[in-house]
């Protein structure tokens, strides 16, 4: 009887083993005629399937692109590459993390916070009063953009205006009562003065 659940088992999982490799087969089949998820899975199964992975993000999808950011972890721009990427695909968890906060690329950082990528918009601005850049610092707020923009077209009362929102963040503001104020006298008398 025991030899007869000896080769019941054996048939099993051999059954089992031979289900498996037509699994894999089929994978490849399909990663090869570019189907994302199917070099995705594979770059899963595999140990080392770096290179499924890597075709995987090369057809834009993000979830191969975010795993490839999490093997290259301590390769630091290799990871950011790969978060730029799956950013890119729709991930929109990845933004943020495939930025410099030294080095920031103010352009893209602005383009993902129009697009409403999760948490970029806060992340700009902080990148921004950080580095004193009150130009990207005004495009987390479309009402900021208009001012800025009005003022910069020399408009002292949308430099004022701009000011007065801005009133907490010293840095921006009291250049933009300055320039209110050398734009039009009268805002002189409201322009802050440190005591």
Known sequence: MRYIIFFINKF??????????QELQNLKIACKNNDVKACYELGLKYFDGKMYLEKSCELAYAKACNKLADIYILDINKSRFYNKLSCEYGNDFDCVASFDDEAIDYERLARYCKD???YTCDYLKKQSIKH???KYFVKTNEKY???YNLCLDDNSKACFTLALNIDDLKIFADDLYKKACLLEENFC???KVEK
Request: no cysteine; aromatic share 4%; net charge positive.
């Open 12 to 21: 099993l999982l051999a059954d089992d083993i031979l289900a498996k490799n």
């Open 116 to 118: 409403a990528k999760k």
């Open 132 to 134: 004193k850049n009150l």
């Open 145 to 147: 953009e208009k001012l």
């Open 189 to 191: 008398i409201f322009k």
